[in-house]
Each structure stands twice: as C-alpha cells, then as structure tokens.
C-alpha cells in the first residue's frame, strides 16, 4: 500500500486541531485554537470557507449537512454546512466539551466533557439528551458504535468505558491509560473508534500500541504495534471499509494497519515531527486527512482500495502491487508539473517517494514476477525525475543502460534501499511573485514597482504600477497572450508566457523609455522551448529556457548571444550590467537542494564574476528569492528565512546576514521581500500571516527588518561591537564594487562609514584593553587605519600599558612604510606631493588638530628632550601636520632640529603677531624644500640611504616611557605622542650616521621654553606643597598650573625665552651650515644647490630683519 504524503499546509494558528470530511469526501473541514472552521475544497485552496464559531474549538463533526463544534464557550454548537449558518446551541457544559461525534446515521451527537460528563443529544430535538456520569477526571473522547447500542468514552481518570446508552450503564470498563489531571496534560488524546459496518471490533489507542477488544465479550483480542512507534499513540481511524486501521502518534508518526493480517503495510513520518492530533479518512478510502498541534494540514494520498468487494487477499494484494507500480514508474515519467511550485509545497516534503521508510517492504518489489525494464523512462524530457535511479544493491548505476530488477517471490525477504533519499527538484520561479494558479496575483513586485496580474471569468489583464511616477505613469494592459512571468525596470516591462500545442512561447517587452513610437516588440521561441524565467538589466533582457538555455536581447529587440546553462533554470536576476541565474547543478539528496549559480559582467568588458558554484541554502529547504540590493550586491533567501548576501571581498562568498524567522510571532508566519537596501540597512517585505505570500487585496503593507548577522555572543558588548563591525564592513563593500564599475559613489557616506567601523575597532580596543587582552589589542590595531592607531598608541599609554604601546608605535611603522610604498608606486610629480602635503595638513588643522596656545609648554618640553642630532632624514610615522622629512636646513628661525607648525615662531616677528603667519610660512619652507624627493608620509625613506629601524635601546626606551607619561597627563591632541615616540625610535641608529663630537652643538640647539624657565622659578613652590613628588610629577602638576595662568602670562614666559636664546641664534647657524656641510658631502651632489640656496634665502630674511 505505498501512499504519497503531500505537504503540510498552514490551516489554523498554533495548537490542537481536528479535522473530518463531508458525507461525499468533497470538502475537508478544519477546526483549531483560532476559533475558526475553514471548509477546504482540497489541499491546495488557497482561499478557504471560514466560519468562526467561538475564541477555541476543540472538536468538529460532519454529517448530513450538519456541523457540529465542540466551543470554548461551554457549548455545543450546530451549523449549516456548507453555508456556515448558526444553527443553534445543542447542549451546554459547565466547562468546556472536549470531544464530539456524530452516529453512523447522523441523527444523534455525542460530547465528552471536561466536567466529566457524556451527553448523548439528538439532532433534531436537542431536548432529548442521555446524561452519563461516572467518570472522575475530564473526558477525552467518545465514539458511538455502528448500531448505537453503545457509547465508548476515555477519561483523564485512566479508564476506557463502554456505556449502554438505552441504560446509561456501565458494560465494561478497563484501566489501560494513564492518568492524568486535564485534558491538557493528558499524554494521550485516546481518540476510541469502533470498527464501520459490524462494530465488532473497539480500538482503543494504548501507549505505544493499539489494542482491539471485541464487542460481544468485551476482551481484549489483539495489539497492533510497530517498531517505529516511539512516542504515544494519540489517535486512530478506521477505513471505511473496516479492514485497515490507521494511528497517529504524539511523535509524528503515521501508519496503517491490515487489521485481518496485523501487518504495519503503510509507515509515514510527518515532516516535521509534530503531533498528529486528528485523523479523518476519506469516504472513499483512498486517503486521509490529518492535523497537527501546529496548525497544519496533510494528507495521505492512495492509502487503500476502496472497494469493499475487494474482501479476498490475492485481490489486494494485486490491486496494491498494481497501484505501486504505477506509482513507481511515475516517478520518472512525470513532467514538470510534478515540480514543486514556490509558495504552495515545500521541497522538503517530495511530492513523490520513490522510496519509503526502511521497514516498508513493498518499496522496491517488481509488480510482477517479471523484471521490469526502466530503460524506457530514460530517454524522457529534461524534466523528468530520475532521482530514484540506483540499482538494487543501493549502487548508482554507472551509465545511462537500463536497470533490471530481478523477479522475487511475494513470500521471501525483500530488499530494502537504505541510502539517502533524492529531493525534489524545486519548480522555476520569478522572484518577486506569487503562485500561477492564483486568480489575482503579484507577477512581480520589486522596487521598481508592482506587475499584478488578474485572470477570471470578468478580465485577464496585467497591471503596472510604479512606485515612482516620474517613471512612468501606471498601465494596464490586456492579457491576450495569457502572460505568466514578469520583470519590471526603469526602462521597460517583460512578459512570456508558456507555449502550447499550437502557439510557441512569447516573449513582449514594453519599451516604455524608447523615444520612437513603437515600443513594444514580440519574440517566438523555437517550437517546444518554453520561457522558464526571465529578468531585465540596464540595456538588456535575458530569458532562460527549457532548452537549458539563457538568451540575450538588447532592451530594443536585437537578439544577442545566446549560451547553455549545466542545468534546468530556477531563476534570474539583473541589476545594471550584472546577470546572476540560479540553476540545478544535480538531484539533491534528503530535502536538500543541490543549485548552482553564476554572476555575469554584461558591461564593455564581459566576463563571468562566478562560475556556477554551488548555492548555499539552509537544510531541507528550497530557493525563495533572488536578486540585487538597490546598490548591486547579489543576494538570496531560502525558506526558512535565512538572507544571503555576496561577499566580494572574502572570495564572492555567501554571508547570512538576516534571519526573517526570527521576526515572526508564529510558525506559521512568513515574510515576503520585495527588495533589499545596504545604505540604509533595511529589508523590506511583507509580513504574511499563515501563508507564505501576500494576496493582492486589499493592498499589502511593507514592513522593514533590521539585520543581524549570526556572531556568537551577541548579547554581550564584545559581541556586539563585532557584529556592527563587521555589518559595516560588509554593507559598504559596494562602494568599492560601484567606483571600480565607474560610477559615482556617496563620498560623503563612505567616509561616515568608514569613521563608524573605526570608532567600533576603538571600542573594542578599550575594551580589550580593560580585560587586559593586549594581544588582542594588537589584532584589532591591525585592522585600524593610521591615524586611528595614534589614538590606540594614546590610549595604551594613559592606561599605563608602556609595552602595548610600543608594540602599536612598531605597528604604526609598518603601517606608514606601506602607505609610503603605496604613494611611491604612483611616481606623482613633486609639485603634486608637497600640494598633497600641505592640503593634507590644512585639513588636519581644519579638523581640530592645532594646538592651542597652552599645550606649547609641553610641545617645547619634548622637543628639548631629543637631541637633534640623532635624527635622521624621515618623517614622524605618526605625526600629523609636522615638517618635511628633510635633514634640518641653516635657517636661523628653527632653533631645534624640526619645524612645529603650531609654533609661534621668533624670526624677527612681533610676539603680538598672528600665530597663522609662522604656519603658512613653515607650510611653505616644506613645500621649497620638498624637491628633494621626501616622503608623504611613513617612517623611513625607499631611497638609498633610508636608516633601517631597531628595537630600542634601553636608555631611549625609559626616555620614552618618561615622555608618554607626560603626554597621558595633557588634554593635547594625539600629535603629542605621534612626535614621542618616533623620536624614540630613532634614538637607537641615530649614532653609527653622525658625528660623535657634537655635544656642544646639541646643547647649543636646546634653548629653554617658557614652561622650562617658569618651572625652574616655581619648582620650589610645587615640592614645598607636594614633598613626595618625584621629577616626572613635578614636571605634571608644573604643566597643570602652567596651564591656569592667562594667555599674557604664557606669552610672557615664552618671550622671555626667546630673549635668553636670541644671542645665540648667529653662532647656531654657522655650526648648522657647518653640520648641514658635512651631511651634504656624504650625500648626493644634487642635494647641494637646493640647500645652499634654502641657506641664503633663510639667511637673507635674518639679515634683512
């Protein structure tokens, strides 16, 4: 008896249903928590008769035109079927009725209670009730017996009573069921049925069996039980016929008994495991109906003869060989039909199984004695399902010959095929609709617009609707053609439909943005290729066929090249130049699709971005959407809700972004995207409640979810902050993908971006650095740009970290030496670079880089602190807006060996003139001298004579701790500690390039600050009040109180400095061009003019001042 499981459809909200069919099997009747009875034409009616009758219903009855449901209202009530008018309360509980069931000839109900009682009401005169009492716990079910003589209930009480009902008496009673305190709790709903017809036989569901016990002694006869049962047994049903028993467990399981021969012929699992809590079998026996704790609606289909004539063994037997091989050869005999439809049957459930459980013996027998040739079934179209083509062993066979299966005997062992199970191949879809039979339907909506297409007995016409109107305006188009798929863009509309007998498959585009006047062409394909799917692009369409074919037309008609595709198409999509098609690469196995996908170029220069790798999809489930973001990145959505998006930086991977489920109050709710956004991050679709597609009317409401990536952890702030980051990352790779593609791209947003992800790595650096992770520190400065990793370098050195922040300065090296060599590779002219510097440098300032006037003390202080001498021609890594990398040119305005442009500079001005001057001159000396060839930015040169950088010395090294002491104590930018620690880094290599014999020269270049003259006065005063300070204490709360004098007070002390140093500024110079001399010899000769000219021009501006 081999029987195809349809997939489970959405029937009610979550929780217990019950289900049965009318007197002529054409409706099936559904009842659930929702209050509501839906009457189904069949499993695939979309638009169901709904009745509510009440907040819960229990239970539903069907007979003779009468509905009967058992309410949460305490009551009994009947309908008229099938119009679903109130017909009245039967009877009335003093607590709600769990369970009721019509007698074999309709005239009498009978409801269980959860007060205890049974009631036995007859229809026509509800006053005419039987009240039986005798239970002491809340009734699970009842069943009247055939000649209704009897009444069987189950109770909470662990009993299962049989009631004599012209006495209302007790005839046998048997406690076989676990107890329980309500129905609720109950492990078993104990659904009784007494055999049809002869009422011999009661079957009452017991544990994991089902126990038979005979009427006419009330003994228990027989157990049916199977191996697969593992969880409770909850309902059972019989045939019409009264030879086959079927049961559902609480574990999902479905099966059917030969009730003469105790044999298990039929063994189904639900798809998802859930209770199986009503049964119903069809009148004529050939299927069954069933409900789950969820919700959901199944069905068995070919589950027994009908014929009650059938009574001999040899005739079922034949009649169930018969059926199954019919069956079986369908399987590869069937067209696309059999194909699943997007929307309307889930993948996971094949719509034909070539192969069941491994206890069902039938699967694989031969109908008859004789081998059976598959060879036949071979040679069929593309899309025919040979996804049970292995041999009898369970080895695929190895070429395309036939299979033969040897003949066995009906008596001995058969074998059984234990492997994976095929899946079926999922149908072709457009992205963006809703399922073809539907009478109004979405064709397409996308966020261009909306095709709708309408197609009943008063209109078949299409529907276009923008949701910009300066588009277009809105059009409506009659469907002559009877066009099933649609794409919309901002040029045009595609339509095809599928061909027939007699008219080939049509492809019509409406070029709504032509500037002539014909802007509509029509295409015929070949005679027996069907369009499968379909997109447009910027300037072109493209149409997959079941030639296995993708064809290309320009947006005018011009047909354009044309290529295979390895498999049967799904889908496609297009966005500008870029074409993804979705296709099988192969069957896949245990629900899973096996999809492959490729990403085409259609632009000047064609290529193929991805070739046909496999689509990665969540398990058991099928494709539910495919396309492009507003901004071009490809994305998907499979159905369990998982969104994909392309990675184009990590190797065009796939990366889950978004999981839709998760936003969805019930099981049974979906959400239907229309479009996806990375700037902003917004997904948009359509909530559907119980269905997996909006419908058309009224007017559906677009709802935005966020994304969420699946990071480990994210409720804590590591976890977080990482996710954000990495979001970031992912939804702003377009920019790079658009401006290498040659469009204009948001500057503006792109560095927002960019600041963002940046700011994340800080946070998380701070972070780490709390939780003492240095390590990870120094993993998450890799990742930050320069001039972040300064702040990084700060932060280390406040939180007192020396050796973190000298690995990060280490980094910073790096990182500037790579920047270096990047700006290099681009041999720019001179002039452009020294440009780029001082631009650069303006912007900084601009930015809030410029000191004020205060942190000067301590500017000073560090430059008195290195020896000039040491340096070396490269710029600070880490600095921003300092000098040129130069050696240090004769100018008689610079008393230490470097330029600080915030520096108000002593050359001859006035102390009262503006500090911008100094700037816009040292700005300009760099920009003189930058002809000779210095870096932008980095450590240390690439030409010849670049110093090559050491760890630090141990000396230099307690230096530079002193020096990152002082800076975590100022409020100053972070150029402060930029100069710091390059100095440090250049204290080591510093003596093997100059001359030993320079002390007096050093000194000679250190005049004191005004912070230095100012402490020397006040030292005494700062120990008198502190006398536990040491040195670099002192030098802290000198700066504090240096800072809370006025800004004349400072600009006093300065002066004073400047005076004490001005005497000296001759005899400096002349050691300067002397050094400068020395340096320039062992150099270049071309270096000489540059500087010898640099020395008169300084020289001249001294002299004339």
Same mark, same amino acid.
């Given at each position: ?26 409706? &099936? #009747? ?61 009877? @009335? ?66 009993? #299962? ?83 086959? =028993?079927?049961?559902? +467990? ?13 044999? !298990? ?33 199944? $069905? ?113 062992? @058969? ?12 149908? %072709? ?20 617009? &909306? ?12 529907? #276009?609707? /923008? ?14 053609? *009877? ?74 008609? #011009? ?46 220069? @064609? ?50 972004? !978004? ?26 679709? &359509? ?15 677009? %709802?935005? =979810?966020?994304?969420? =990536? ?31 593609? *040659? ?17 994340? $790595? ?30 990084? &370098? ?125 700037? +816009? ?144 500024? @001759? ?29 008169? $021009?300084?020289?001249?501006? /001294?002299?004339?001042?």
């Amino acid at each position: 008896m081999p029987c195809e499981r349809k997939p489970m459809r959405y029937g009610h909200s979550e929780g217990h249903t019950d289900v049965c069919f009318d007197d002529e099997g054409k409706c &099936i #009747v559904t009842c659930g928590s929702d209050g509501d009875v839906r009457i189904w034409e069949s499993l695939d009616d979309d638009d169901p008769k709904s009745i509510n009758v009440g907040e819960k219903v229990y239970s539903v009855a069907l007979k003779n035109g009468k509905l009967v449901t058992a309410v949460s209202n305490n009551t009994v009530q009947i309908h008229t079927f099938p119009e679903g008018d109130p017909d009245g309360i039967l009877t @009335r509980f003093t607590t709600n009725a769990n369970h009721v069931t019509f007698n074999s000839s309709g005239s009498r109900v009978a409801a269980g209670s959860s007060d205890f009682i049974v009631k036995i009401v007859e229809v026509v005169d509800s006053s005419q009730q039987k009240t039986l009492r005798g239970h002491d716990a809340p009734i699970l079910s009842v069943a009247l017996d055939p000649s209704d003589e009897f009444l069987a209930s189950s109770s909470c009480d662990g009993s #299962v009573t049989v009631w004599s009902i012209e006495s209302q008496t007790q005839v046998a009673q048997w406690k076989i069921i676990q107890k329980s305190s309500d129905v609720s709790n109950a492990k078993s709903l104990c659904r009784l049925a007494w055999q049809p017809h002869s009422g011999k036989l009661l079957a009452v569901p017991v544990d994991l069996t089902v126990q038979l016990y005979d009427k006419n002694t009330w003994t228990h006869v027989s157990t049916l039980s199977d191996d697969l049962i593992t969880q409770v047994v909850n309902v059972v049903v019989w045939s019409p016929c009264g030879k086959f =028993l079927a049961a559902g +467990t609480v574990g999902g399981n479905l099966l059917i008994w030969d009730v003469e021969a105790k044999l !298990c012929i039929e063994r189904q699992k639900h798809e998802k495991g859930f209770t199986v809590c009503g049964m119903a079998w069809h009148p004529s026996g050939v299927r069954i109906a069933y409900t789950d704790t969820e919700g959901c609606l199944g $069905l068995l289909e070919g589950v027994s003869s009908s014929s009650p004539s059938s009574s001999s063994t040899v005739q079922s037997t034949k009649a169930t060989a018969a059926k199954e091989k019919n069956d079986y050869d369908d399987l590869f005999d069937e067209d696309d039909d059999r194909m699943l439809d997007e929307g309307m049957s889930d993948s996971r459930s094949p719509v034909k199984k070539p192969v069941m459980e491994e206890d069902d013996d039938d699967d694989l027998m031969p109908a008859t004695g004789r081998p059976r040739n598959r060879g036949s079934f071979l040679d069929d179209d593309d899309n025919s399902q040979d996804a049970g083509s292995v041999k009898l062993d369970g080895v695929p066979e190895e070429d395309g010959s036939s299979a033969i299966l040897p003949a066995v005997g009906p008596a001995v062992s @058969r074998p059984v095929y234990e492997g994976p199970m095929p899946t079926q191949p999922q149908r %072709a879809f457009q992205p963006g609709s809703t399922p073809v039979h539907l009478m109004h339907r979405f064709m397409v909506w996308n966020s261009v617009g &909306i095709v709708r297409g309408y197609n009943d007995d008063q209109d078949n016409a299409i529907d #276009v609707e /923008f949701h910009d109107t300066a588009v277009h305006h809105a059009m409506h188009l009659t469907n002559t053609l *009877g066009h099933t798929m649609a794409d919309l863009s901002q040029e045009a509309v595609l339509l095809a439909c599928e061909g027939t007998d007699e008219l080939a498959s049509k492809i019509q585009c409406l070029h709504f943005s032509c500037w002539d006047t014909h802007k509509d062409w029509i295409v015929d394909l070949p005679k027996g290729e069907d369009v499968r799917a379909l997109c447009l692009g910027q300037g072109w369409a493209a149409v997959a066929t079941s030639a296995l074919m993708v064809r290309l037309f320009s947006i005018g008609g #011009v047909q354009k090249e044309i290529f295979s595709l390895p498999g049967a198409a799904v889908c496609m999509a297009g966005h500008g130049e870029q074409l993804l098609i979705v296709y099988h690469r192969g069957t896949g196995f245990d629900g899973d699709q096996a999809l492959g996908v490729q990403l085409l170029q259609l632009g000047s220069k @064609r290529r193929q971005v991805i070739h046909g790798e496999p689509l990665p999809l969540s398990r058991k489930s099928y494709l539910a959407w495919l396309g492009f973001t507003a901004e071009g990145t490809p994305c998907c959505i499979d159905s369990e809700g998982v969104v994909r998006m392309l990675n184009r930086t990590l190797g065009n991977t796939w990366t889950p972004v !978004c999981n839709t489920r998760d936003s969805c109050k019930s099981r049974s709710d979906h959400y239907w995207v229309v479009g996806v956004h990375e700037n902003p991050q917004q997904l948009r679709c &359509i909530p559907c409640k119980g269905s997996r597609f909006p419908p058309t009317l009224p007017r559906p409401a677009v %709802a935005v =979810l966020p994304f969420n =990536l699946p990071y480990c952890q994210t409720t804590t702030e590591k976890g977080q902050m990482e996710e954000q980051y990495w979001r970031s990352m992912l939804f702003h790779n377009h920019f790079g993908f658009l401006s290498s593609s *040659g469009y204009e791209i948001d500057s503006e947003g792109q560095s927002q971006a960019e600041k963002e992800q940046q700011e994340l $790595l800080m946070k998380m650096f701070a972070l780490s650095c709390k939780l003492e992770r240095e390590f990870r520190c120094v993993e998450l400065a890799e990742m930050m740009t320069h001039s972040v990793v300064t702040l990084a &370098i700060r932060y280390a050195s406040r939180s007192r970290r020396m050796a973190l922040a000298q690995r990060l300065s280490e980094l910073a090296l790096e990182k500037a030496n790579q920047f270096q060599e990047e700006e290099l590779e681009e041999e720019e002219p001179t002039y452009q670079r020294g440009s780029r510097q001082m631009s650069s440098r303006q912007a900084q300032v601009e930015n809030g880089c410029e000191e004020e006037e205060e942190d000067y003390p301590q500017e000073e202080q560090m430059d008195a602190e290195e020896s000039t001498e040491t340096r070396k021609p490269s710029l600070n890594p880490i600095k921003k807006g300092g000098k040129s990398p130069e050696r240090p040119s004769p100018k008689p305005m610079s008393r230490e060996g470097r330029v600080n442009p915030f520096k108000v500079s002593g050359a001859g001005k006035s102390s009262s003139s503006p500090a911008g001057q100094p700037r +816009t001159t040292n700005v300009l000396d760099s920009m003189t001298v930058s002809s000779r060839k210095p870096t932008p930015l980095g450590g240390t040169s690439k030409q010849g004579k670049a110093p090559v950088l050491k760890p630090l010395a141990p000396k230099p090294k307690s230096k530079t701790q002193a020096t990152l002491l002082q800076m975590s104590a100022s409020k100053g930018s972070s150029k402060k500690l930029e100069n710091s620690q390059t100095e440090a880094e250049k204290v080591k290599p510093a003596p093997a390039a100059t001359p030993p014999a320079s002390v007096e020269n050093v000194e000679n270049r250190k005049p004191k600050t005004g912070f230095q003259l100012w402490l020397e006065e006040n030292r005494k005063s700062i120990l008198a009040d502190n006398p536990d300070f040491e040195e670099m204490d002192v030098i802290k709360e000198g700066m504090g109180r240096f800072r809370t004098l006025s800004a004349e007070e400072r600009l006093n002390w300065t002066e004073k400095a400047k005076g004490d140093s001005d005497p000296k500024k @001759r005899k400096r110079e002349d050691e300067g061009q002397v050094n400068e001399q020395m340096e320039s010899d062992e150099g270049s000769a071309k270096k000489k003019k540059p500087l010898d000219t640099s020395a008169k $021009l300084s020289a001249f501006a /001294f002299n004339k001042e």
